[in-house]
T-cell receptor
Framework: DSGVTQTPKHLITATGQRVTLRCSPR?????VYWYQQSLDQGLQFLIQ???????AKGNILERFSAQQFPDLHSELNLSSLELGDSALYFC????????????FGPGTRLTVT | GDSVTQMEGPVTLSEEAFLTINCTYT??????LFWYVQYPGEGLQLLLK?????DKGSNKGFEATYRKETTSFHLEKGSVQVSDSAVYFC????????????FGTGTKLQVIP
């Protein structure tokens, strides 16, 4: 158990809908990272938050957004969902702003039908 | 941009066989290199890392040496077990600017008794 929790574990929704994925980092970790793992794109970095502020951006679509709250949990919002958004979404956390030592959550499997 | 190339899987080995999973990278500067392991239904776990040239990372019998001259970080284990069956990801974190993680496509290892 990495100490990073993600909810829900599974999510099934229809095209065009909007969903919110939630991540709670390990106790004391200030950074949260979001990743997308799909069969065709592999594992891709989406975005990083550090102590409430956006720190780094990867291949995140404009339809996706994230935020980190004062209690340090984070939410990833995915809107206008398309079939191709079906994937595993992982959250990771680290103590500092650097991803050199990050711990991954178990992931949320999103299925868009 | 940064990239990581891993050997295609799946790799199927008998128990106690020698394992090598090749990984080469392209990056500017002096990246840090990592191997992550993903067991079925779980998130990624850091297996080992090396932060400078000629460093050897090791953990649970796995080893990898940071070779700057060949831009490689091949994963090896002398005697694999059935419990090593998983997907292995090579990754790098660039040294300059925002430290984003770039992952390889993953190599599935199946160890048969």
């Amino acid at each position: 158990d990495s100490g990073v929790t993600q909810t829900p574990k599974h999510l099934i929704t229809a095209t065009g809908q909007r969903v919110t994925l939630r991540c709670s980092p390990r106790s004391g970790d200030l950074s949260v990272y979001w990743y997308q793992q799909s069969l065709d794109q592999g594992l891709q970095f989406l975005i990083q938050y550090y102590n409430g502020e956006e720190r780094a951006k990867g291949n995140i679509l404009e339809r996706f957004s994230a935020q980190q709250f004062p209690d340090l949990h984070s939410e990833l919002n995915l809107s206008s969902l398309e079939l191709g958004d079906s994937a595993l979404y992982f959250c990771a956390s680290s103590a500092s702003g650097s991803p050199l030592e990050q711990y991954f959550g178990p992931g949320t499997r999103l299925t868009v039908t | 941009g940064d990239s990581v190339t891993q050997m295609e899987g799946p790799v199927t080995l008998s128990e106690e066989a020698f394992l090598t999973i090749n990984c080469t990278y392209t990056a500017t500067g002096y990246p840090s290199l990592f191997w992550y392991v993903q067991y079925p239904g779980e998130g990624l776990q850091l297996l080992l890392k090396a932060t400078k040239a000629d460093d050897k990372g090791s953990n649970k019998g796995f080893e990898a040496t940071y070779r700057k001259e060949t831009t490689s970080f091949h994963l090896e284990k002398g005697s694999v077990q059935v419990s090593d069956s998983a997907v292995y990801f090579c990754a790098l974190i660039s040294s300059g600017g925002y430290q984003k993680v770039t992952f390889g496509t993953g190599t599935k290892l199946q160890v048969i008794p």
